[in-house]
């Protein structure tokens, strides 16, 4: 099982980017999907999930009408799109996958990790 991540990069404040999760041994048509951050010092906490339907999706607060989260069956891929970008948005951004289906904000639940890729957005 591997998890791909890609797409991140410097960008200013106020900036867009999107996140790409590509997964291959498993299909996230049975997996919950979600994307986890971690900044520098600090624990590594969840940011955004979706249940394995798709049609079911959780936001932490204070990304909430800024990020969306998406899956395309077909690619077995999973997307964050992230909008008005700010400064405090800056960490290593990681998507996993949850065997149980459910795509929440516990990390424990969460059995296989990408890798990171570092979102950085400059004031």
């Known amino acids: 099982v591997q998890l791909q991540a890609s797409g991140g990069g410097l960008v200013q404040a106020g900036d867009s980017l999107s996140l790409t999760c590509t997964a291959s041994?498993?299909?996230?048509?049975?997996?919950?999907m979600g994307w986890f951050r971690q900044a520098p010092g600090k624990e590594r906490e969840f940011v955004a999930g979706i249940i394995w339907s798709g049609d079911k999706t959780l936001y932490t607060a204070s990304v909430k009408g800024r990020f969306t989260i998406s899956r395309d069956y077909a690619k077995n891929t999973v997307y964050l799109l992230m909008n008005i970008l700010k400064p405090e948005d800056t960490a290593v951004y990681y998507c996993?996958?949850?065997?149980?289906?459910?795509?929440?904000?516990?990390?424990?639940?969460?059995?296989?990790w990408g890798q990171g890729t570092q979102v950085t957005v400059s004031s």
């Open positions: 996993a996958a949850d065997p149980h289906g459910l795509g929440n904000s516990e990390i424990s639940l969460y059995r296989y």
């Open positions: 041994g498993l299909s996230i048509s049975t997996y919950g």
